[in-house]
C-alpha cells in the first residue's frame, strides 16, 4: 500500500474497504532493528558532544559562547550542504506553504531553542558534575517528555498509546536516575546543575517530535535540520552577545581541533532524530538513544575524567539499570507494531496522517 506522504490532510479509506488499517510505527523502507540502531548510535554522539562543549566551555571559561561556536559551525556547515542540495532547498518551500496552510503550526519550527537550552547546560553542567551524572538527568527528562508527547500525538507518527512494556521500561529508567544521582549527592554537587540537565532533557523530547513534525512536512533531514540549528544558532548569538557586554569575551580560545567538533556531531545526530522518530516513536527514541548515551558517557567519565571525584558504584549500577529499562521498552515496541491514529487536532497544531516516508532524503 502507497499513499503520497505529502498530503497530510488525505482522508483514510473507510473502515469498510479496509478495516485494518491504522497509523503504523514502522512503515518505513528502515527496519526496526536498524532504526534502534542508529538511535543508540545518536545517543553516543550526543554523549561525545557533551563532553567536547563541556571542555570547551572550561577551556574558555565562557559556556555561552562555547554553546554559540558549537551551534554556529554546524549551521555554516549545514549551509554549505543546503547549498550543494537541492532537495533541501525544496524543503524550505515545502515547509513555508505548511506554516502558510496551517498544516504545521509556527511553534514547531522553533525546536533549535531546546537544542540551545541543550548545548548551553552541556556547558554549565557537563564538566562539573562529569557526563555520566549529566546524562543520566538527560535521561530522566527524556524519559518524561516521550511519554507525555507520544501521548498527545505530538510527532509526527501520531498518537502511541503506553504499553505494559513501555510503562515498565519508563519506570526503571526513573528509578536508575534516583539510583545514579544518590550517590552523588553525598559529593555536594549544586541542586541546580542536575535540573538543568533534566528541563534540556524535557525539551530534547519536544525537539525530537517538532522536528519530526518539520521533516514530514519539508520531505527533507536537512531542511528540518538547517531550521532547527538557524533558530537555536539565533538564539545564542543573542545570549553570547548579553553575556559579553556584562562580563566581556574569553581572553583566549583554545587551539586543539576537537573542541570545535560539536557543531558538526550535533548535525548528525539531530537529522538522524529528525528520522528516526517517525519509526521508533518520542519515547522509544530518547529511550535507545539513553542506552548510547549512557554508555559512551560512562565509558568517557571512566576512561577519560574531567572531574574530581571517580565514577562510584552506584552510577555505574544506575546506567546498567537504565539500559535493562531500554531493552525491556524497545523489546516491546518492536513487538506492537501498530501505534494509534493521530487523533483529530483543533487551532494550530496539525493532524498528519498516512504512512510515514521513506527513511533517506
Not at 518505513?28 to 562543549?53: E, H, K, Y
Not at 548545548?119 to 530522566?140: D, K, R, Y
Not at 580560545?253 to 560539536?262: C, H, K, S
Not at 565509558?299 to 577519560?304: C, R, T
Request: charge should be positive; proline fraction near 6%.
Amino acid at each position: 500500500m502507497t499513499e503520497n506522504p505529502r498530503t497530510d490532510a488525505a482522508a483514510p479509506a473507510a473502515p469498510s474497504e479496509h478495516p485494518h488499517r491504522h497509523a503504523h510505527a514502522d512503515r518505513s523502507r528502515m527496519p526496526m532493528w536498524l532504526a534502534i540502531a542508529f538511535a543508540l548510535a545518536c545517543g553516543a554522539l550526543t554523549a561525545l558532544q557533551s563532553r567536547i562543549n563541556g571542555q570547551l566551555a572550561h577551556a574558555i571559561d565562557d559556556p555561552y559562547t562555547a554553546a554559540a561556536i558549537s551551534f554556529g559551525s554546524g549551521l555554516v556547515i549545514l549551509l554549505v550542504v543546503l547549498a550543494a542540495w537541492r532537495p533541501g532547498r525544496r524543503g524550505l518551500g515545502r515547509v513555508a506553504t505548511a506554516l502558510r496552510e496551517r498544516r504545521l503550526a509556527w511553534w514547531m519550527v522553533l525546536g533549535g531553542l531546546a537544542g540551545a537550552w541543550f548545548v548551553i547546560t552541556q556547558g554549565l553542567s557537563a564538566g562539573v558534575v562529569g557526563v555520566a551524572l549529566f546524562t543520566v538527568a538527560i535521561v530522566a527528562g527524556q524519559t518524561l517528555g516521550g511519554i507525555v508527547f507520544d501521548l498527545v500525538g505530538l510527532g509526527p507518527g501520531g498518537r502511541r498509546p503506553l504499553t505494559p512494556s513501555r510503562v515498565i521500561g519508563a519506570l526503571l529508567a526513573l528509578a536508575a536516575i534516583g539510583w545514579a544521582v544518590s550517590a552523588q549527592v553525598a559529593h555536594d554537587v549544586p541542586i541546580l546543575l542536575m535540573v538543568l540537565p533534566f528541563v534540556a532533557g524535557l525539551g530534547a523530547a519536544w525537539q525530537q517530535a517538532v522536528n519530526g513534525r518539520v521533516r514530514s512536512a519539508a520531505e527533507s533531514a536537512l531542511t528540518a535540520t538547517v531550521l532547527n540549528f538557524a533558530v537555536g544558532s539565533t538564539a545564542l548569538v543573542v545570549v553570547m552577545l548579553v553575556h559579553a557586554a556584562s562580563a566581556g569575551w574569553p581572553s583566549a580560545m583554545p587551539t586543539e581541533w576537537w573542541l570545535y567538533a560539536g557543531g558538526a556531531i550535533g548535525c548528525i545526530f539531530i537529522a538522524g532524530q529528525a528520522v528516526l522518530v517517525r519509526v521508533v516513536g518520542v519515547l522509544v527514541l530518547a529511550l535507545c538513544g539513553v542506552a548510547g548515551q549512557l554508555t559512551a558517557a560512562l565509558s568517557l567519565d571512566l576512561l577519560l575524567p574531567t572531574a574530581d571525584r571517580p565514577v562510584d558504584v552506584a552510577t555505574i549500577g544506575g546506567t546498567v539499570l537504565a539500559l535493562v529499562a531500554v531493552v525491556i521498552a524497545s523489546v516491546g515496541w518492536t513487538r506492537r507494531r501498530h501505534a494509534a491514529p493521530p487523533a483529530p487536532h483543533t487551532g494550530s497544531v496539525p493532524r498528519i496522517t498516512g504512512s510515514a516516508p521513506p527513511a533517506g532524503e
